[in-house]
């Protein structure tokens, strides 16, 4: 490695007049600007035009040396070329007019890709989010400004995922992706403060794994199932699950060209991976889970919670939890009074209110800590929601079967006592598949047809109310329900 630099990119930031600064830190060789350098993980080449240290303000430096610790003026228009933790190299190669790609020795793309490996430095983990909502505009006419903030937004922040989603009620929106729910916290009160946007974001859904039976699906002949493994890594829980190891270069060309597609199908290593990964598919939201009957398999996230509090609210702590389908793996006493309780629980069941709950429960004393710690298998059912007979995508949740019954007459009874009155009757229903759980109808208002009639023929009375009825049956099938917005954000807390 006499002829290589090496640096390691701890952070990145867009500015509008340089373009992406990645903070490194040097440790091995000196980049100087206008040398060519290459990111290894990104497969991306550019030439700083800038290299310096902090002062803490921006110091421009003729190089920066091994041990050092400053920025590279990439020139780059978004933190999504430029990932944390990857390794910056420089083969003091000049880069020539209208070349973008590394140009080192002989050899296809793929033998440089791999050859590249040896000079990662240790430390580089992608960016995957784990909690996943729906965000759309108050005002359906400020989507375009929606669109370009989230644009605005990643620039900054490269954990931020986004890509378009319609919904029946709420119109047009994104699908975004957060580390966590403080995340998502964050990202909507900087849409609010920053650019003036109200928002409504849907109930935060995490990603779940689902093993189909059926090939001959959309999703899977297309092969976007196998895209959107690549995408979030998630592959690689499955590989190793089905106790197939991955070798480093196969590995690279996965995660860099996603090239399980093409000429790699060729390769019998690459086609034994696509028969294992072929069937699964990740679901991001409630609406995107495929029939029950298709489903032979589904794995949801899974979490490990340390809960520390006082020992005066033992039962109020492990009584949530076990609502909240946690699984004790010990408990101990660190002294008189505190107790440290560490749970398996559903990523899905805590995202949501758990943390304030928990913090009710014990008049504001516990403290807690989750880290994701993998998938396990779940019986888990989809939960559809019907307003009027139509399907509510937005209101859409996977819950897990034992608790589908007691969620879905939950729904309906809030659903009953938040949308407003028509001039008819609205069925509101929770259903699983094909089949009813629970049912709420909101009256119709009514008027008093009769109050003129003062006597006369009990006929004319009868004459009036069957006009009324029929009335009331043509309104049924050809009015619509409009869903206030409010509802959304009403619907996720569960009291």
């Not at 420089?90 to 793309?109: A, V």
């Amino acid at each position: 490695m006499n002829n290589i630099s090496r640096a390691l990119i701890f952070d990145s930031v867009f500015d509008p007049y340089k373009g992406v600064l990645a903070y490194v830190k040097v440790v091995e060789g000196s980049f100087k600007a206008g040398e060519v350098v290459h990111l290894i993980h990104s497969q991306n080449s550019f030439a700083p035009t800038e290299v310096g240290h902090f002062t803490p303000e921006y110091q421009a430096d003729k190089t920066l040396s091994a041990g050092q610790i400053g920025y590279i003026t990439t020139g780059q228009k978004s933190v999504r070329e430029v990932k944390i933790w990857d390794t910056i190299i420089s083969w003091f190669t000049p880069l020539r007019r209208g070349e973008t790609r590394f140009s080192g020795s002989g050899g296809s793309e793929t033998q440089k890709t791999n050859d590249l490996q040896q000079y990662l430095i240790p430390g580089f983990k992608k960016v995957t989010p784990f909690v996943y909502a729906g965000v759309y505009p108050i005002d359906s006419t400020e989507y375009d400004k929606l669109k370009d903030s989230l644009e605005k937004l990643s620039l900054n922040d490269s954990a931020v995922e986004y890509e378009m989603e319609e919904s029946w009620a709420l119109g047009l929106g994104f699908r975004c992706g957060f580390l966590g729910m403080l995340h998502m916290d964050i990202i909507k009160e900087r849409l609010r403060r920053e650019y003036g946007l109200d928002t409504i974001f849907t109930i935060p859904t995490v990603i779940y794994l689902v093993k189909s039976k059926n090939l001959s699906i959309q999703l899977i002949k297309s092969g976007n199932n196998l895209k959107n493994l690549i995408a979030t890594s998630l592959y690689k829980a499955i590989l190793k699950k089905e106790n197939y190891q991955l070798s480093p270069a196969q590995e690279a060309h996965i995660e860099h060209s996603q090239g399980i597609f093409g000429n790699m199908l060729e390769d019998p290593e690459f086609k034994k991976i696509v028969e294992i990964l072929r069937p699964r598919i990740v679901v991001k939201s409630g609406s995107e889970m495929i029939e029950q009957g298709m489903i032979e398999e589904i794995r949801e996230p899974l979490s490990e919670v340390e809960i520390v509090g006082p020992k005066d609210f033992a039962g109020n702590i492990m009584a949530l939890c076990q609502e909240y389908r946690g699984n004790l793996k010990s408990m101990e006493y660190l002294d008189e009074s505190r107790v440290v309780w560490k749970y398996h629980l559903p990523m899905g069941e805590i995202i949501i209110d758990f943390y304030d709950r928990l913090k009710s429960a014990t008049k504001g004393y516990a403290t807690m800590n989750y880290e994701f710690k993998g998938y396990e298998p779940a019986d888990l059912v989809k939960l559809d929601i019907f307003i009027n007979n139509e399907k509510v995508e937005a209101l859409t949740r996977v819950v897990h079967k034992d608790n589908a019954y007691y969620k879905g007459r939950d729904a309906v009874e809030k659903l009953k006592t938040l949308i407003p009155r028509q001039l008819f009757s609205i069925p509101i229903q929770a259903g699983l598949g094909s089949k009813v759980i629970a049912r709420e109808t909101i009256s119709a208002m009514k008027k008093d047809v009769l109050a003129k009639c003062y006597g006369g023929d009990v006929s004319r009375k009868r004459k009036l109310l069957q006009k009324q009825k029929e009335w009331k049956k043509r309104m049924k099938a050809i009015g619509n329900v409009e869903v206030p917005s409010d509802i959304f954000v009403k619907m996720i807390s569960r009291n």
